[in-house]
């Protein structure tokens, strides 16, 4: 059975979006793990790799460096990330299959 990876994408942005969207309003701005943002950064990436009509609607690549690194953190908060999910999600579902 062949996964398209356009299904695939959005099923990992799927789960981002539902995790993110089940944070309190009141730790929204609070950072967002390393490893979150690392996953991220890898799927815009190949998102962009696949489908070069999108490369410059994508979002920029978030920042893994930075003083929040040392404890494991992004310089990101839920809030951001969950926007440019979105976006992400939103561009992917232009694309037909």
Sequence with gaps: ?????????LAKL???QSVLSAVPER???K???ATV???FN?????????IPELRDALPQQVSLRG?????GQADISFLDLEILAEQ?????KLVES
């Excluded at 059975?1 to 356009?6: E, F, L, N, P, V």
């Design 88 to 92: 992400v999600c939103n561009l992917l």
């Design 1 to 9: 059975m062949t996964i398209a990876k356009k299904a695939l994408w």
């Design 37 to 39: 943002v690392e996953n």
């Design 42 to 50: 890898a799927l815009v990436a190949d998102v962009g790799k696949e």
């Design 27 to 29: 730790d929204k701005s």
């Design 67 to 71: 003083e929040f690194m040392r404890i």
């Design 14 to 16: 799927s789960a981002i």
């Design 31 to 33: 950072r967002v793990a």
